[in-house]
């Protein structure tokens, strides 16, 4: 059983920047795509970001490629979230999942608890 445990959210002014952590209990990270989702109130659960085992391939959602950034963390098993320029549509709980088809990371099998960010304006 895979867990993933997210940490890094929290509330930022517009124009701010946070940096999402999450961390796979898994004994070969390297075997696992991994990715973001938010899920807005009111809205779908959306795709924000993957990235593939290897981490040689990355993917973005339209709508925060350029100013988002995957990769994979330092710290063991663990993939990172940059994002700088936050605006208020950002605002949602944000999910880890891994397992998934990339570049979208379709069918993910394992989700983290999630975590909340929020942009004031």
């Known amino acids: 059983q895979v867990q993933l445990v997210e940490s890094g959210g929290g509330l930022v002014q517009a124009g701010g920047s946070l940096r999402l952590s999450c961390a796979a209990s898994?004994?070969?990270?390297?075997?696992?795509?991994m990715g973001w989702f938010r899920q807005a109130p009111g809205k779908e659960r959306e795709f924000v970001a993957a990235?593939?085992?290897?981490?040689?391939?990355?993917s973005y959602a339209d709508s925060v490629k350029g100013r988002f950034t995957i990769s994979r963390g330092s710290a063991k098993n663990t993939v990172i979230l940059q994002m700088p320029s936050l605006q208020p549509g950002d605002t949602a709980v944000y999910y880890c999942?891994?397992?998934?088809?990339?570049?979208?990371?379709?069918?993910?099998?394992?989700w983290g608890q999630g975590t909340q960010v929020t942009v004031s304006s």
């Open positions: 999942a891994s397992a998934g088809l990339m570049p979208t990371m379709t069918s993910p099998s394992y």
């Open positions: 898994v004994r070969t990270f390297t075997n696992y795509n």
């Open positions: 990235i593939s085992g290897s981490g040689t391939s990355t």
